[in-house]
């Protein structure tokens, strides 16, 4: 099941530039992430990923279909960017203490 883990998230994880280093360099690591830090999460067209002003502690990766990012609050809210498969929101999370600056929602 662990192996399971790993061969089903690490094509997620590796489509990131410091992921896809780690693997090749520390696959350890990579195995321990895939284990014990990975989660999918399965949302219906409107859902809420998250919302503006919310403290962030996941970075996002998109594997199926898409999720729109919508920078802002309110009426400075700008046009929303699609994020779409193989590509993932929130990296900040990862290194510094982080709250939304928008909103995202799947489609």
Not at 8 to 15: D, E, R, T
Not at 53 to 80: D, Q, R, T, W
Request: glycine share 6%; aromatic share 14%.
């Amino acid at each position: 099941r662990e192996q399971l883990r790993v061969e089903v998230y690490s094509q997620w994880l590796k489509s990131h530039a410091l992921f896809k280093i780690l693997f090749t360099n520390e696959p350890g690591i990579c195995v321990e992430l895939c284990q014990s830090s990975m989660m999918e999460k399965a949302m219906a067209p409107g859902d809420e990923l998250f919302r503006f002003g919310v403290k962030c502690n996941h970075m996002y990766f998109v594997i199926k279909g898409s999720v729109s990012y919508v920078f802002g609050y309110g009426e400075l809210e700008l046009a929303p960017f699609e994020v779409s498969i193989r590509q993932w929101l929130c990296e900040a999370a990862l290194w510094v203490k982080w709250e939304h600056h928008g909103r995202a929602y799947s489609n």
